[in-house]
């Protein structure tokens, strides 16, 4: 148990639908991670939060992605007008202040058909 | 753009069978780390090495970091049919807005036959 919940596990959707996913730490993590992972490859860094702050997004989130940490607790990802190159796994990870290592939730697979 | 560079992409070998997983960088990482994971789960980690020349040691596996810190490898002795899965490594970055944001390597997809 890696203290990191994701929901829902699984997602099928069509294409030009909106989906959200919800990170939920167990306990009290100040930087909370979201990267996508394509079957067979690594991780790919989309957003990060420190507290409620929103401090980077990387390139491969384009404006129908959306993210939240409204209390600096728990995060949303949001994917409006889904594609079928958004299948991919979505994954939220967590560190403690001081390190740089991170702890993955079982993350959600998202189907765009 | 840091990138990591990880081989073999695949590794299917016999039970008992020793192997290698290399990851390289185009520049330092602040450390670096290596994950495991099964299908349909996220990454579990496994170590993280800092200092350049680090040695680590979790059971049968072993980690190294380059002197330089732009280069690790995963040694496995005497692979075992649960060891199977997805090998990755990570850097970490070091400061700024980018700080423990992770990088990671493509992956290496090892199976272990009985």
């Known amino acids: 148990d890696t203290g990191v919940s994701q929901n829902p596990r699984h997602k099928i959707t069509k294409r030009g639908q909106n989906v959200t996913f919800r990170c939920d730490p167990i306990?009290?993590?100040?930087?909370l991670y979201w990267y996508r992972q394509t079957l067979g490859q690594g991780p790919e860094f989309l957003t990060y939060?420190?507290?409620?702050?929103?401090?980077?997004k990387s390139r491969l989130l384009s404006d129908r992605f959306s993210a939240e940490r409204p209390k600096g607790s728990f995060s949303t990802l949001e994917i409006q007008r889904t594609e079928q190159g958004d299948s991919a796994m979505y994954l939220c990870?967590?560190?403690?202040?001081?390190?740089?290592?991170?702890?993955f939730g079982p993350g959600t697979r998202l189907t765009v058909l | 753009t840091q990138l990591l560079e990880q081989s073999p992409q695949f590794l299917s070998i016999q039970e008992g069978e020793n192997l290698t997983v290399y990851c390289n960088s185009s520049s330092v990482f602040s450390s670096l780390q290596w994950y495991r994971q099964e299908p349909g789960e996220g990454p579990v980690l496994l170590v993280t090495?800092?200092?350049?020349?680090e040695v680590k040691k979790l059971k049968r596996l072993t980690f190294q970091f380059g002197d330089a810190r732009k280069d690790s490898s995963l040694h496995i002795t005497a692979a075992q049919t649960g060891d199977t899965g997805l090998y990755l490594c990570?850097?970490?970055?070091?400061?700024?807005?980018?700080?423990?944001?992770?990088?990671f390597g493509q992956g290496t997809i090892l199976t272990v036959h009985p």
């Open positions: 306990s009290e993590h100040n930087r």
């Open positions: 990870a967590l560190t403690t202040p001081d390190s740089s290592e991170q702890f």
């Open positions: 090495v800092v200092t350049g020349g």
């Open positions: 939060f420190q507290n409620e702050a929103q401090l980077e």
């Open positions: 990570a850097g970490a970055h070091a400061g700024g807005t980018s700080y423990g944001k992770l990088t």
